[in-house]
């Protein structure tokens, strides 16, 4: 069975950084692409950032090119997203997804 279990999330100031960590189970982590998406409230899911299975072909929403960082550690079955200059409008449930699954998400808020 597939698991995707996220943590990270919290209560941010607009400006400051949160390190979302995605921890998996039940399926060949290393040989997978694996992505962030969020929902903000009353919104649908939005596309954030996708990697390759082997960390390479990065790539990022243009909302959030730039400020976002996507790695993985395939040794620890874990994928992260790094946020930098977090904003208002980053505010969300943030999920991370196989191809065909998602976890629980965690969430993010950005306020002052």
């Not at 100031?13 to 290393?30: D, H, M, V």
């Not at 950032?49 to 993985?72: K, L």
């Amino acid at each position: 069975e597939v698991r995707l279990v996220e943590s990270g999330g919290g209560l941010v100031q607009p400006g400051g950084s949160l390190r979302l960590s995605c921890a998996a189970s039940g399926f060949t982590f290393g040989l997978y692409r694996l992505s962030w998406v969020r929902q903000a409230p009353g919104k649908g899911l939005e596309w954030v950032s996708v990697i390759g299975p082997g960390g390479e072909n990065a790539r990022y929403a243009d909302a959030v090119q730039g400020r976002f960082s996507i790695f993985r550690d395939n040794a620890k079955n874990t994928l992260y997203l790094q946020m930098d200059n977090l904003k208002s409008e980053d505010t969300a449930v943030y999920y991370c997804a196989t191809d065909e699954a998602r976890g629980q998400g965690t969430q993010v808020t950005v306020s002052a």
